[in-house]
């Protein structure tokens, strides 16, 4: 190939002589480098319809219930004593000493009786009627460029 050919080519005659035969040519090659810019662009695809809808049904529930119920039984006893005798538990009993002072030739206590109150815890089924809601949501897909008079945003219960 010729230098003359090719338009990238710079053909340089170099020498020491006036007109001379021993001129040397030398070529000048560029180098190009190829340089990137990458640019975005936010492109519409698509819109989504969002609804959203609340359902109520009507459900039965069975709670238990706890309450103690509570009875007394009055014991009578009516033996002399000579302290007062003090409040004792015997497992879910509780016994409460009821004294009176008696007049005789000398004052003394008497337990007249002694309370017995039991304690019982029981359960009971209370069923009511109770409303629950569930949301619901469907997501509809909409081609770009269609115009929808409905608002972008939902209210939320």
Known sequence: MNTTDNPHLDTHAVGSQEGGSNAVESTVI?????????EKQVIE??????NKTVRE??????????????SVE???IN???????????ENELTIVPVVKEVLV?????????????????????DTQRVMLRREEVTVERV??????VRSETRPSL
């Open 30 to 38: 560029p180098v190009i480098e190829e340089q990137l810019q990458v």
């Open 143 to 148: 081609p770009p460029n269609e115009t929808d």
């Open 57 to 70: 049904e009507e459900q039965v529930v069975t709670t238990p219930l706890m309450h103690d119920e509570i």
């Open 105 to 125: 030739l000398e004052k003394r206590l008497m337990l007249v009786e002694e309370v017995h109150i039991t304690k019982r815890r029981l359960s009971t089924d």
């Open 74 to 76: 009055r014991v009578p």
């Open 79 to 89: 033996k002399y004593v000579e302290t007062i005798p003090v409040v004792r538990y």
């Open 45 to 50: 695809t698509g819109r989504l319809l969002i």
